[in-house]
């Protein structure tokens, strides 16, 4: 039997053959650790890392002393919060983020109003973007850190980065913001944006799982952060580990190829999304979520009236891997948290569907994706 189409590329990615071709020789001949100083084996290893980290350091406009290896953009986030929270806790222990961020940031700012921290939790607008005068009026003396995303793994919205930016720095207030859906997909420069900390990961991008960065301002201004993982001082005592020699020349490779190729994908892929919606809109009662401009390229999001959501995704996943607006958290079903901070209902939340359009997608699998949707749709409000 065939598998699914895969339309879900905001969960995670294919590695690409050119990433793939990359990593393969720091698996086995060039297994080396590049804390081995005294023999090639190390050196060969240093440098393959040296060269990764040039990579992503140029793709944002930061030095690449400004970029620390983590296992991905989880951990990344969790360094950035709990490690700005526990250097600048003197000053102030007010954060203000997203209520539509991922879990990756929401949990950890829990983690720390649980030790006294106050976090603002900022509503976004009907269209998933941020009222940057809505944030002005939350920021406080005591306010040490803005963490907003880049890019929403659900609706895809791409919120004004440079505009944050430019409000915490004069208010001398640190703004991260999780990149991991926008690295590769979108132009970002943390000098033009003002940006203090951002979290990268490679599996987005056709990159592997279980890499990632976190790129950490060192000048005007330079950010502390306390380290959560101490040992063996690599990554300046930022982040201790052996770092993982393939996986991390596959992340610079990934964003390497990513930025060349950005756009004739981008015009592609947007092609093929556009392609998608405009059958989609065949359905009656079909409603896009999330701006219907200002978001990534690949995707679309969509809640459809009168369906049950349940039995929309257990009758398209033969034909097609996508998502739906639920979170399966500890064998509990609740809508997502994304939908509903839009506003949407929880039938509509549990109706929608994500798709993450990607590099190896092709015209015919929309074309036959948006054909199983609708007759889906139509055999489950004939029942
Ligand atoms: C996927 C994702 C994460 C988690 O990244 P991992 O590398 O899987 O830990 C965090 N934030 C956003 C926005 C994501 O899309």
Not at 118 to 132: C, H, K
Not at 226 to 245: D, N
Request: with cysteine; proline share 4%.
């Amino acid at each position: 039997m065939d598998r699914p189409i895969y339309l879900d590329c905001h969960a995670t990615t294919p590695v690409d053959d050119r990433v793939l071709a990359a990593m393969l020789p720091y698996f086995t001949t060039h297994f080396g650790n590049a804390s081995s100083v005294g023999h090639a084996y190390g050196w060969e290893a240093e440098a393959a890392i040296a060269q990764a980290r040039d990579i992503l350091a140029a793709a944002i406009g930061a030095t690449p002393e400004e970029i620390i290896f983590t296992s991905g953009a989880t951990e990344a986030n969790n360094l950035a919060i709990k490690g700005v929270a526990e250097s600048y806790f003197s000053r102030g222990r007010h954060i203000i983020t997203l209520q539509t961020e991922h879990n990756a940031v929401l949990d950890p700012c829990r983690y720390l109003a649980s030790l006294g921290f106050e976090i603002t939790f900022l509503p976004v607008q009907a269209d998933g973007l941020i009222d940057v005068d809505t944030l002005e009026k939350a920021l406080r003396d005591d306010t040490i850190l803005v963490s907003v995303m880049a890019a929403n793994n659900e609706i895809g919205v791409l919120q004004p980065l440079a505009e944050i930016g430019a409000l915490c720095r004069d208010l001398n207030i640190l703004f991260h913001t999780d990149a991991a859906q926008a690295i590769g997909k979108i132009p970002l420069d943390v000098e033009a944006m003002k940006i203090d900390l951002m979290s990268l990961t490679a599996h987005k991008v056709y990159g592997s799982k279980g890499i990632g960065a976190l790129y950490v301002r060192r000048r005007d201004p330079r950010v502390q952060i306390a380290p959560q993982f101490h040992g063996g001082g690599q990554e300046r005592g930022l982040r201790a580990g052996t770092l993982s020699t393939p996986l991390i020349v596959g992340l610079g490779k990934a964003v390497e190829i990513a930025l060349e190729e950005l756009p004739s994908e981008s015009a592609r892929i947007s092609g093929l999304r556009d392609h998608l919606w405009q059958s989609l809109q065949s359905i009656d009662g079909i409603h896009l979520n999330g701006h219907p401009t200002q978001r990534l390229l690949g995707n679309l999001n969509v809640s459809i009236e009168g369906v049950d959501g349940q039995a929309l995704l257990l009758a398209l996943q033969p034909v097609i891997a996508v998502s739906s607006g639920s979170a399966c958290t500890s064998a509990k079903v609740t809508p997502s948290h994304v939908l509903q901070a839009l506003g949407l209902s929880d039938a509509l939340a549990y109706a929608s569907l994500r798709f993450g359009i990607g590099r190896f997608n092709t015209e015919e699998e929309c074309d036959r994706a948006a054909h199983c949707v609708i007759d889906v749709v139509q055999s489950l409000r004939d029942r």
